[in-house]
Antibody, heavy 123, light 110 residues
Framework: QLHLQESGSGLLKPSQTLSLTCAVS??????????WSWIRQPPGKGLEWIGY???????YYNPSLKNRVTISLDMSNNQFSLKLSSVTAADTAVYYC???????????????WGLGNLVTVSS | QSVLTQPPSASGTPGQRVTISCSGS????????VNWYQQLPGAAPKVIIH???QRPSGVPDRFSGSKSGSSASLAISGLQSEDEADYYC???????????FGGGTKLTVL
């Protein structure tokens, strides 16, 4: 069974860069049927898509975050990463990594999620 | 305010049928499929309906989804206390060229 596990910085100061890694176990991130995503959830609020990356390295980012976000793959360690620059208190959230899978009709959905990693931005 | 609009709350008594709506536009729900996620307290979301009305293996058939035009709905029949959770709709938006989540609906089982 495939598992996703987030790790990384938990407490940041404003203007710093958030850095998180999602380790994938039980399967390979090089498969073409999946994309690898980051989603966040501010405390007590709803879900916000950050972006995703395909095994080819192609990326799609939320337009509202695009200027600050980088998602990358590390095939050798079977993991993918998120960097978010110039953080503010508004970036305080639980950050989830997730796998997005496509079916035969070409429709996509998030089928596996990590447990989440709380990142707090405070001076 | 989310582009995909959900009621912030819904409620029902055990055994009842509850419906949660998700209203969008021609650029998202109107032209793309909808997925629904259940988030239990303190847990990560879990897909319960994909591609408008498909249930993943293991999801009870009490859960069903539908789509008409630019709106979608999640129905839960035979409501159980364990269904108390937050529910989110999700769809791609062609105009924004990005993925959208609804604002979420908190379901309370009375």
């Amino acid at each position: 069974q495939l598992h996703l596990q987030e790790s990384g910085s938990g407490l940041l100061k404003p203007s710093q860069t958030l850095s998180l890694t999602c380790a994938v176990s039980g399967g390979s991130i090089s498969s073409g049927y999946y994309s690898w995503s980051w989603i966040r959830q501010p405390p007590g609020k709803g879900l916000e898509w950050i972006g995703y990356i395909y095994h080819t390295g192609s990326t799609y980012y939320n337009p509202s975050l695009k200027n600050r976000v980088t998602i990358s793959l590390d095939m050798s360690n079977n993991q993918f990463s998120l960097k978010l620059s110039s953080v503010t208190a508004a970036d305080t959230a639980v950050y989830y990594c997730a796998r997005r899978v496509s079916d035969d009709s070409g429709d996509w959905r998030f089928d596996l999620w990590g447990l989440g990693n709380l990142v707090t931005v405070s001076s | 305010q989310s582009v995909l609009t959900q009621p912030p709350s819904a409620s029902g008594t055990p055994g009842q049928r509850v419906t949660i709506s998700c209203s969008g536009s021609s650029s998202n729900i109107g032209s793309n499929t909808v997925n629904w996620y259940q988030q239990l307290p303190g847990a990560a979301p879990k897909v319960i309906i994909h591609t408008n009305n498909q249930r993943p293996s293991g999801v009870p058939d009490r859960f069903s989804g539908s789509k008409s035009g630019s709106s979608a709905s999640l129905a839960i029949s035979g409501l159980q206390s364990e269904d108390e959770a937050d529910y989110y709709c999700e769809a791609w938006d062609d105009s924004l060229n990005g993925l959208l989540f609804g604002g979420g609906t908190k379901l309370t089982v009375l």
